[in-house]
């Protein structure tokens, strides 16, 4: 994958999460129900949401971060000992930092 098929793969899911983040943040504005239950079961439903959106939002600042070094020429490089992070690894980690060695 050339870095420019990177970079909009990355901007792709950014857009993505942007939109999720969106929908849950629009979803827990929604008033509770007057029944007594249904708040219950609101209520846990809000959680979960919760801790998807604040996954989601880590998930946005490490691929924010990816495209900053993508502008910064430092993608995929391992910030740890400075050899290339392998396609393989940023096929599965497209933010990926460090190498897979210095991951493990």
Do not use: F, W
């Amino acid at each position: 994958m050339t870095l420019e098929e990177r970079k909009k793969q990355i901007e792709d899911r950014v857009a993505e999460l942007t939109a999720n983040l969106q929908k849950i943040e629009d979803d827990l504005d929604q008033p509770l129900p007057a029944h007594l239950e249904d708040q219950a079961i609101d209520l846990e439903d809000d959680e979960v949401l919760e801790r998807l959106g604040r996954t989601q939002q880590q998930e946005l600042r490490l691929l924010n971060d990816a495209l900053k070094r993508i502008a910064d020429g430092t993608y995929g490089v391992c910030a740890k000992c400075g050899d290339d992070i392998s396609q393989a690894r940023l096929d599965a980690v497209p933010y990926a930092m460090i190498c897979r060695d210095c991951a493990a």
